[in-house]
Nanobody, 116 residues
Framework: QVQLVESGGGLVQPGGSLRLSCAVS????????MGWYRQAPGKERELIASILKDGYLAYVDSVKDRFTISRDNAKNMVYLQMSSLKPEDTAVYYC??????????WGQGTQVTVSS
């Protein structure tokens, strides 16, 4: 059974930092491209960062140079280090495969709120 468990969100002031973690089980983790997605209120979920099996990284422009995705294949973990956070980064953050795992599997997400 596939499971995705995100953690590490919270309330942070603009300019602050957070590190999100995602524990993945039920898949051959080191064969999957993994990504972080986010869904802001009233908007569709979007892919913001990806990491390939060999460590190649990709980001959307809105988070480039501020966010860093990483993975630990030995622990089946994906991380997202976020810095210089802005109010527009407020969203629920999810990890998943890229493309997303079949069957509509998603974790509960972790809420990130950037506000003074």
């Amino acid at each position: 059974q596939v499971q995705l468990v995100e953690s590490g969100g919270g309330l942070v002031q603009p300019g602050g930092s957070l590190r999100l973690s995602c524990a993945v089980s039920g898949i051959t983790f080191n064969t999957w491209v993994m990504g972080w997605y986010r869904q802001a209120p009233g908007k569709e979920r979007e892919l913001i960062a990806s990491i390939l099996k060999d460590g190649y990284l990709a980001y959307v422009d809105s988070v480039k140079d501020r966010f860093t995705i990483s993975r630990d294949n030995a622990k089946n973990m994906v991380y997202l280090q976020m810095s210089s956070l802005k109010p527009e980064d407020t969203a629920v953050y999810y990890c998943n495969g890229v493309p997303a795992l079949s069957g509509g599997v998603w974790g509960q997400g972790t809420q990130v709120t950037v506000s003074s």
